[in-house]
């Protein structure tokens, strides 16, 4: 299926990813209506004939696309990287066994 053809086929109540503005994952929204020229979509209103959002700045040009597997697996590894970050790893927290182990543990994971 096209995209045009997808754009056309949406309904309420479908879902649509869209990319988040500076990150590599997408937001996951339900369509709120559509029009004979628009999808809304969580209040914004997106073109039916490209899926870009109505009046996007020339620096961003936000739009709605099919929720995928790639979509699915962007968003998997994005919040496996935000549960990294957000753990607050200082070396001089641990003591030199302490690092040890860690290390052993994260070679054990490239191991495999």
């Not at 995928?68 to 697996?73: D, G, P």
Request: proline content about 4%.
């Amino acid at each position: 299926m096209s995209n045009q053809e997808w754009l056309e086929s949406l309904k309420p109540g479908d879902k649509v990813a869209i990319p988040v503005r500076y990150g590599d994952n997408y937001s996951i929204r339900t369509v709120d209506r559509v029009t004979n020229t628009q999808i809304v979509v969580n209040g914004c209103k997106y073109r039916k004939t490209s899926g870009y959002l109505v009046s996007s700045d020339k620096f961003y040009t936000e739009y709605i696309a099919p929720v995928s597997e790639r979509v699915l697996k962007a968003n998997k590894d994005h919040a496996r990287k935000m549960r990294f970050k957000k753990i607050n790893f200082n070396p001089s927290n641990f003591t030199l066994d302490q690092m040890d182990q860690l290390s052993d543990l994260v070679e054990s994971f490239k191991n495999e």
